[in-house]
């Protein structure tokens, strides 16, 4: 084996390639080969580092130095000075918080373990990690009862926004006769704020893949679907390839491992609808439908898609399982609260000081999520509130920051994890404006099947245009409430019963904003 | 042509949001005619009006000619409380056409679109396939020269 000297990893993410990275690589493998280092330094395609609005960025092993917004004008430093000297450019590196260092902003990384460090692109890599491991004991040497067993005792949680335990849905299926059944893979991000998915898809394909196959196993099914938002260029690229080197290697395809067992894994690709991501709309989608939710019960478990039981789970969901399948549900239990298990991906934007994602423990309080994941405040401002959980969302203001960030804790304050997005906004925001803004998402995603949701969300902008607009009064205010209210307890699925949380949320907790725009 | 595509595909109903995708992806004006959703019909078996029902109900698609380059701007909340609302206001300026418009010389369309999942750089645009985040106003003038300047 080749010894190097420095390892680079360079991040590769739908940023990085706009920022020029592709130009940026040649011209440093260039300027390494002119300083006679190509076989000093070692240059590594990997994922996204998990740092934003940064531009072109790299992180350099062993000093585990991170460097970002670099310009090919800053090659010949970088190497002269750090390549070939041994002395980090400090004005290229990027400045983080305490808490950052040495593992950067994943604390606890079971999903993103690989991301950021191996080349996504490769499955010797992935394998060299400990990849496929889980895969070959759930297929070789567990019964699929034992899998669903394993994921139930886990407590692993969907990842999706409801959180519903995830072995307990493959538990439906799994005993179920039927010549055919499917796995779907909810890859449909929409919520806004929310990118988890994306980072977890152009990170590590492959640790998507693992988990797609193990839940096949455990509940029979030969054919997944991952459906996936047509956005999403680079995921669907890497998760091509991912599948076809699966398959080169006899992972996946049929007969693995001499077991008899055959399993094809398919993308699809979505044309952008928020309501899709709600599974029986997402189906629906799948047959070449409008995504229209269906009427629930029979849950897809047992009649999905054309029919046959399928099961639907998050990326993020399925991304947990080789983990718990490798090393036992009690290693994943030691992760998060007895509630919520295991660990959460956030993605923290708006005003704090490093945007980006970070991978924590359920239960982490959003103060120290904020202060110690994302170096708290921008300078200069003041934090006012977070929409947490996306569009279906909740705003929680600052007596609320002491809140655990999990399915529970938040549910006793009528609040939602969701998926995990955090907005953060300054003292200089307005809650009006904001939830303005929600409302109009609203009323453009409602799927128009039922009534409640479609004459609803229209209603709802009506009012908080009038209201923003400084012509609206307390009565409005109300009547916003009370449609909300009726949305919640009529809609036909959960797209129609969201607004209500923002709404009640915003007005609960800053009424005062809500009297002053009225009074003009 | 669209015969063509079709038949790329097997005739079932589950292929037509691919077939959508393709037809309107090699159309030079990015959109799907009447003719298209009656070969695509023909082709299925499955009436135009539900063609037509899908057609109108994902935003990916467009029932009318559009532009060479199809700018789409984030206007969920992230991107909105980084003010993409001013940088509507420019590109709107700056091409002279609404939502939805298409510029005379045919080579952009405007759009509105909700999250398009690179909130970390918002605000952001999509146009084409390319994503430019962390927009100012200037940057957008960059951009769209870069733009007509590829034609």
């Known amino acids: ?520 | 042509m669209y015969k063509e595509i079709c038949s790329k595909y097997a005739p079932t109903k589950d292929n037509l949001i691919y077939i959508l995708h393709e037809i309107q992806d090699t159309h030079p004006q990015h959109y799907i005619s009447e003719e298209a959703v009656e070969a695509v019909s023909e082709y299925l078996k499955i009436p135009s009006n539900h063609i037509y029902g899908v057609l109108t109900f994902y935003t990916m698609y467009s029932t009318k000619p559009r532009g060479k380059n199809i700018i789409r701007l984030c206007e969920s909340p992230p991107c909105y409380i980084k003010g993409s609302d001013n940088i509507m206001r420019k590109l709107r300026t700056e091409l002279g056409v609404e939502e939805g418009g298409t510029t005379k010389d045919g080579l952009f369309t405007l759009e509105l679109c909700a999250c398009l999942g690179v909130c970390g750089n918002a605000p952001v645009m999509m146009i084409n396939d390319d994503v430019y985040g962390d927009l100012t106003e200037e940057k957008v003038e960059e951009i769209l020269e870069k733009v007509r300047r590829r034609k």
């Open chain 1, 1 to 520: 084996m080749k010894f190097y000297r420095n390892h680079v990893l360079v991040g590769i993410s739908e940023m990085a390639l706009n920022a020029g990275v592709e130009d940026f690589l040649k011209a440093l493998r260039q300027e390494l080969a002119k300083a006679d280092l190509a076989e000093e330094i070692n240059i590594l395609e990997t994922g996204p580092l998990g740092f934003f609005g940064k531009g072109i960025c790299i992180t350099v092993y062993p000093e585990n130095i991170n460097y970002s917004d670099l310009k090919i004008e800053d090659i010949p430093e970088l190497v002269n000075e750090h390549f070939l000297k041994g002395r980090p450019v400090a004005r290229l590196i990027l400045e983080t918080g305490a808490k950052f260092s040495p593992k950067f902003n994943y604390e606890t990384r079971i999903v993103l373990r690989n991301s950021g460090i191996i080349d996504p692109e490769s499955i010797d890599e992935y394998i060299g990690a400990g990849g496929y491991e889980a895969w070959e004991k759930a297929l070789t040497q567990m019964q699929p009862m034992d899998i669903v067993n394993e994921v139930k005792a886990s407590g692993l949680r969907g990842r999706g926004g409801a959180g519903f335990p995830a072995g307990v849905k493959w538990s439906f299926t799994a005993p179920l006769e039927a010549e055919q059944k499917y796995v779907v893979v909810n890859a449909d991000e929409g919520e806004p704020g929310t990118f988890k998915d994306r980072l977890i898809m152009e990170g590590d394909p492959h640790q998507l893949l693992e988990g797609i196959m193990i839940c096949a196993r455990a509940i029979g099914a030969s054919k997944a679907w991952i459906y996936i938002r047509g956005e999403y260029k680079l995921c669907i690229e890497r998760l091509r390839h991912a599948i076809k080197q699966a398959k080169e290697y006899g992972i996946l395809g049929e007969n693995i491992f001499d077991s008899g067992f055959d399993l094809d894994i398919d993308l699809k690709i979505g044309a952008g609808a928020y309501v899709c991501g709600e599974e029986t709309a997402l189906i629906e989608s799948l047959e070449g439908n409008r995504g229209n939710p269906r009427w629930k019960p029979p849950f897809p478990g047992v009649k999905g898609l054309w029919q046959y039981p399928t099961v639907v789970n998050n990326v993020e969901t399925l991304a947990n399982v080789p983990y718990i399948i490798k090393n036992g549900a009690d290693a994943y239990k030691k992760f998060g609260t007895p509630e919520c298990t295991g660990t959460k991906v956030y993605t923290i934007l708006g005003d704090v000081a490093h945007p980006g994602l970070c991978e924590i423990d359920m239960g982490t309080t959003l103060r120290t999520i904020i202060n110690e994941y994302a170096g708290g405040m921008k300078k200069g401002f003041k934090f006012k509130a977070a929409l947490v959980g996306g569009a279906a969302g909740v705003i929680l203001p600052d007596r609320l920051l002491d809140v655990k960030m999990d399915f529970a804790s938040l549910n006793q304050y009528a609040a939602v994890l969701g998926s995990g997005a955090i907005l953060v906004m300054n003292e200089h925001q307005s809650i009006v404006d904001i939830l303005w803004s929600i409302l109009r998402f609203f009323r453009h995603e409602s799927c128009g099947k039922c009534a409640p949701c479609r004459n609803g969300t229209q209603q709802l902008y009506k009012l908080i245009t009038k209201i923003k607009s400084g012509n609206g009064t307390m009565d409005d205010v109300e009547l916003m409430q009370n449609i909300a209210e009726t949305m919640l307890n009529t809609s036909f699925c959960a797209l129609g019963q969201s607004p209500i949380m923002a709404i009640r949320s915003a007005i609960e907790n800053f009424k005062d904003e809500f009297i002053e725009i009225t009074k003009k």
